[in-house]
């Protein structure tokens, strides 16, 4: 039986390759929100935060767990705002043009 | 009982992240991508309330209502200007999570070799990751000189501080040895890692560091995935940790430097003694600035971090809209690595609502200047300096933008210093180009009342 292990890294090549060609021919204009989007993707860091405090028994744990949601949840919510307040420029300015 | 629901959500969670970072690489679809991804995020959140076995539910959702809503607060209210170091933090802070999952990871100790040897390696990424994004946003938020620091022998203790990180991490991945005394001076070596190889890196190579610490974070995310056994975690770092790579990659071949010249080289630390200029800066005041702006055939504006700083995209955009209702074509070309993060002139430009159509890449605009009578240099230095075309410069082979070539450059400038680089520009002394001293905002509006008067 392979394990879980090798699977991970099957899996990951596949994801690197996939990161990379999704966004090889991205024009300039979108570099900001680009970053700004995938700083929010790897903000999925809180659900890893959420199972270790989720599973954590003695209070050394506990207190570590919880600084990953906190930090994990500012992760999301900001690289979210963030990335959607840059596009939503993006958009404001292409409607003036068809004014 | 319920069937095990997280991991056919997670496999949805990723193909939403696949499709909404692929729509992000669009203008026209951008906006909807975030939304794919914000959506895919609530789900996995939700859904990992379901792991077997959780308790602590509370403190959960303490935490993430904590940082959630600071994140969000402050992402609204910070102003478009403050976004590059807005963006190092939250990366940062993604970084800090990372490291922490590991460090409890690590405590545990029933892991076997190859998961500990993932988690040392996650905690090593993650904790050098947000170090180095705390002190790029202390730099750019103006806490901190944004010139390189340095001090003799820098290389050798960053050296030794990195080598000493790894060699406690070794000897964590054998607990019998030091027990856990080993995790704590791990963690304060790779952190100190982190700030050390962050402080000699000046502020205008910050698109690549922000874009680097982003792809670390990501990774160091994937390690733990793997650590935690959760392919959510495994794909999204792995996909951001690519994305970050080449994003970095562009950034530093747009100043034709490598990864290691950026992070090593203390780039910008000395100032160039500069031979073989000749000409001098030549002086235009606001309203010959405007008589030339006004008589021109078209205008081309190309935007620096100045800019940034005096918060004149406004003005500029009133500027461009009074040439065109003059029946001016305005155009503005983009250095891709102008300003404090990859696009960041873009961000402005669009926040003062220029149409993104008129926004040229450096090699889609680079033919046009030639034919272009005037071009407004704002803010901008190093990626104008023509001493890059000249074998020997320090910036030599970097792409620029040929402003140069053009009839008339009008630079705007608040005094006669050099660029990030510590490099006297070349363009400044030529005879076709002529220096509006000033902060550029002001400079700006006061073109405009000139011109508004002819």
Redesign the interface.
């Known amino acids: 039986m392979i394990s879980?292990?090798y699977i991970?890294?099957y899996?990951?090549l596949l994801?690197?390759?996939?990161?990379?060609e999704?966004?090889?021919?991205?024009?300039?204009?979108?570099?900001?929100?680009?970053?700004?989007?995938?700083?929010?993707?790897?903000?999925?860091?809180?659900?890893?935060?959420?199972?270790?405090?989720?599973?954590?028994t003695?209070p050394?744990?506990?207190a570590?767990?919880?600084?990953?949601?906190?930090?994990?949840?500012?992760?999301?919510?900001?690289?979210?705002?963030?990335?959607?307040?840059?596009?939503?420029?993006?958009?404001?300015?292409?409607s003036?043009?068809g004014n | 009982m319920l069937p095990d629901l997280y991991d056919p959500v997670y496999i949805i969670t990723i193909l939403f992240f696949i499709v909404g970072l692929h729509r992000m690489s669009h203008p026209k679809t951008a906006r909807s991508g975030i939304v794919w991804a914000g959506g895919a995020m609530a789900l996995a959140v939700v859904v990992t309330f379901l792991y077997p076995g959780m308790h602590n539910l509370i403190l959960i959702i303490v935490g993430i209502v904590i940082g959630g809503s600071i994140g969000w607060i402050a992402a609204k209210r910070v102003a478009m200007t403050d976004m590059p170091q807005m963006v190092a933090i939250y990366n940062g802070m993604g970084g800090g999570a990372a490291g922490a999952i590991a460090a409890v990871e690590l405590l545990k100790s029933t892991a076997v070799l190859s998961s500990s040897a993932l988690a040392v390696t996650g905690a090593a990424i993650g904790s050098v990751s947000i170090a180095g994004s705390v002190i790029a946003f202390l730099k750019l938020q103006g806490w901190m000189r944004q010139k390189p620091i340095t001090y003799p022998g820098q290389q050798v203790v960053n050296i030794v501080v990195l080598l000493a990180a790894i060699a406690f991490g070794v000897l964590i991945l054998f607990p019998h040895v030091l027990g856990f005394s080993t995790l704590l001076p791990f963690f304060v070596l790779a952190v100190g890692y982190g700030i050390l190889m962050t402080l000699p890196i000046g502020g205008a190579d910050m698109p690549v560091v922000i874009s680097l610490y982003n792809a670390l974070t990501g990774i160091a995310v994937a390690m733990d995935g793997f650590a935690l056994e959760n392919f959510a975690m495994v794909v999204a770092g792995t996909l951001v940790g690519a994305a970050g790579s080449l994003l970095t990659l562009l950034m530093a071949r747009a100043m034709n430097r490598s990864i290691g010249n950026v992070l090593f080289s203390a780039f910008g630390a000395k100032e160039e003694v500069t031979t073989g200029i000749t000409g001098t800066m030549k002086p235009i005041q606001p309203q010959d600035a405007a008589v030339l702006l006004a008589y021109a055939n078209s205008v081309i504006i190309a935007p620096g971090y100045g800019m940034a700083v005096a918060q004149a995209q406004q003005k500029v955009k009133e500027l461009t809209d009074l040439l065109e209702s003059k029946g001016i074509p305005v155009k503005f070309a983009i250095h891709p690595v102008a300003g404090r993060m990859p696009g960041h002139m873009n961000v402005l430009l669009a926040e003062a609502g220029v149409p993104y159509d008129r926004l040229f890449d450096r090699d889609e605009i680079n033919a046009d200047f030639p034919n272009t009578d005037v071009v407004l240099v704002i803010g901008a230095n190093d990626v104008v300096n023509p001493a890059a075309r000249r074998a020997g410069s320090a910036l030599a082979g970097m792409p620029i933008l040929d402003v140069d070539k053009a009839k008339n450059v009008i630079v705007l400038k608040r005094g006669q210093g050099k660029g990030f680089s510590g490099i006297e520009n070349e363009l400044f002394y030529a005879d076709n180009t002529k220096l509006l001293y000033g902060d550029a905002q002001e400079s700006v509006g006061k073109v405009i009342q000139e011109l508004k008067k002819l």
């Not at chain 1, 994801?15 to 990379?20: E, N």
């Not at chain 1, 700004?36 to 993707?41: A, C, T």
């Open positions: 879980i292990l991970s890294i899996i990951a994801a690197a390759f996939t990161g990379y999704v966004i090889t021919r991205v024009p300039v204009i979108l570099h900001t929100p680009l970053m700004s989007g995938s700083n929010f993707i790897h903000g999925i860091v809180l659900v890893g935060g959420m199972i270790e405090l989720g599973l954590a003695t050394l744990e506990q570590i767990g919880f600084i990953a949601v906190v930090m994990g949840a500012l992760n999301v919510t900001g690289g979210y705002a963030v990335t959607e307040r840059i596009l939503q420029m993006f958009e404001k300015g292409k003036r043009k």
